[in-house]
């Protein structure tokens, strides 16, 4: 897709920040890609422009409906000094598959990875290079038409964003405390559970702000019916490891198919781990936990890539992972992943994508 682009003037650019003042998601870098969409004539009038506000109409259908998708990956820093981007190719597939659960238009693979790239080359300058840190990119599409009428819109616009984001861990993974929630759910069977969709993080607010000031990080998410199968933790995959038996939930619908619970499965594959995709009850984890059973649990996602957890609370039971602290797979995995990120070890996988080819 040709893509026109209108750069900031030189002294408009903003200062680069310290790393060690990066707070999640708030510093943006200096441009943005827009796309427009009209049903009939397709994806046109790509544009690399100054990062600025979107122009909304306030009855737009996506203020009203939530018709809205995103994505969220990361571009990293190589020793070399050149900038590559982590599976793009399933960051895009899932974009597109997103799409589709919410009636929107499917934008091509190759058309999101090109102006991605795009986006990295031209602010390079703010993928910063130290330890653990990356430039986060947020591609979003959202429904514009102006309407109150409950419909899929005829107008569409497409957009990326980029921030750099500092060391996850600063001082190394620190498990979190995660507690059980017990009444309202993530997504249900049927729903949009599998699509990364704004309208899915609303809803997961209350519990996770009460959750927050009963001093716990997360929230662990059961299945919606029968508040019973663990789904998901927070807004990442959740793993345990049964002795030597590593366990994740199945994708069906209402798990969010993660790119790093994607990378960690492979993983397993390739080291020879017992690995199952099965249903895992809380009583069996809350079980597995007391008997000694359990010798981790861990989060996965873009952000953290794999978070160990150190202590689980359901109903009125607070029970600690093993010894509480971070355990080897979490740690072998965190390890391979992230050297083979930032290129400190050779990429077998074939997951890195230099944003200059
Ligand atoms: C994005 C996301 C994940 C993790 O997916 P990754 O591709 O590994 O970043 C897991 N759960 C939810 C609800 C998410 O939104």
């Not at 680069?16 to 009038?45: C, N």
Request: aromatic share 8%; glycine share 8%.
């Amino acid at each position: 897709m040709d893509l026109r682009v209108t750069l900031l003037e030189e002294q408009a650019l903003k200062p680069i920040p310290d790393v060690a003042t990066l707070e999640f998601g708030k510093q943006t870098t200096d441009h943005m890609v827009r796309i427009e969409y009209t049903t009939g004539q397709g994806w046109s009038d790509a544009q690399i422009v100054p990062y600025g506000p979107v122009d909304l109409d306030p009855s737009a259908l996506v203020l009203h409906y939530n018709q809205q998708i995103f994505e969220g990956l990361k571009a990293f820093r190589q020793p070399d000094g050149s900038v590559s981007l982590f599976r793009p190719d399933r960051y895009a597939n899932r974009f597109r598959r997103s799409a589709r659960r919410m009636a929107m238009p499917e934008l091509e693979p190759e058309t999101f990875i090109q102006v991605v790239k795009a986006l990295v080359q031209t602010d390079e300058r703010w993928v910063p290079s130290e330890p653990g840190t990356s430039l986060y990119i947020r591609p979003t599409v959202i429904a514009t038409e102006p309407g109150l009428g409950v419909r899929a819109s005829e107008t569409y616009l497409f957009y990326v964003i980029a921030c750099p984001v500092g060391a996850y861990y600063k001082e190394g993974a620190r498990p979190t405390r995660i507690t059980v929630e017990e009444d309202s759910a993530r997504a249900a069977a049927g729903g949009a559970g599998e699509a990364k969709t704004s309208g899915n993080y609303a809803p997961t607010l209350l519990a996770t702000q009460q959750a927050v000031e009963d001093g716990f990080s997360q929230v662990l998410w059961l299945d919606a019916k029968e508040h019973r199968y663990v789904e998901e933790v927070g807004t990442s995959n959740i793993f345990f490891r049964f002795g030597e038996e590593l366990v994740t939930p199945p994708l069906g619908g209402t798990i969010l198919p993660g790119v790093t619970r994607d990378s960690v499965l492979e993983l397993a594959e390739r080291w020879d781990l017992k690995m199952t995709e099965r249903r895992v009850s809380i009583h069996e984890v809350m079980d597995a936990c007391t008997s000694g059973l359990l010798k981790e649990a861990f989060a996965t996602g873009t952000a953290a890539v794999v978070s160990p957890i150190g202590e689980l609370s359901y109903k009125s039971e607070c029970v600690t992972v093993d010894s509480g602290e971070p355990g080897d797979l979490s740690c072998r995995f965190y390890d391979e992943i992230t050297d083979v990120q930032y290129g400190r070890k050779d990429d077998v996988m074939g997951w890195m994508v230099p944003v200059g080819e």
